[in-house]
């Protein structure tokens, strides 16, 4: 497999530290010959501004915790995207939230992009707040291989709050089954 780096980007307040979270531990503890670290930006950025996760997954040991060259990045607002497209590598793979991010000639250097509409998928659920897990399904079933469905779900049973376990666990199957319009 070699080293892959994911990078989770938006505004403060999406659950893109969640994000990183569930996939970390996923991958880490769930998946088998599988290593992972995730590292997450705090500071002023962290409220409203560009916000970000990484994670860096490996069968190896993982000697440098931070993402330098992204092989996917997963963006829910245009600011974020505009901020850290430079770092996605060439033929990688670029996930956007459609209706929050306009793409431009950057993400021509991406091997395929994905496009969803993550918050109203979530708005139909009742909540906007679900947009990151909606576009955690979307990732899992577009992304075959970087982490299976049973480990994200077994990690959402244990680290969502019991109360939200069911909506999240809806939105993660709403955004697997959204099938991209291009």
């Known amino acids: ?18 994000m990183g979270r569930l996939v970390g531990e996923a991958t880490g ?12 930006s705090y500071g002023p950025e962290s409220r409203g501004g560009a916000s970000s996760t990484d ?18 990045f997963v963006v829910l607002s245009e600011e974020a995207y505009h901020k ?40 139909s659920l009742g ?16 992304a075959k291989g970087l982490f299976s469905e049973e480990a994200m779900l077994k990690v959402m049973k244990t680290k969502i709050k019991a109360r939200y376990v069911e909506k999240n666990l809806e939105a993660f199957q709403k955004g697997k089954e959204y099938k991209p319009k291009d």
């Open 1 to 18: 497999m070699g080293r892959i780096e994911i990078r989770f980007a938006g505004f403060g307040g999406q659950g893109i530290g969640l």
């Open 55 to 72: 994670v860096v997954i490996d069968t190896e040991d993982i000697d440098y915790p931070k993402a330098t060259e992204l092989d996917y």
């Open 84 to 123: 850290y497209i430079p770092k996605l590598k060439k033929g990688g793979v670029l996930f956007v939230e459609e209706d929050l991010v306009t793409i431009d000639d950057a993400a021509k250097k991406a091997k395929e992009i994905y496009k969803i509409p993550a918050t109203k998928i979530a708005e």
């Open 127 to 142: 909540s906007r707040l679900y947009a990151n897990i909606t576009m955690l399904g979307f990732v899992c079933e577009n």
């Open 29 to 40: 503890l769930y998946e088998e010959g599988k290593n992972s670290v995730m590292t997450q």
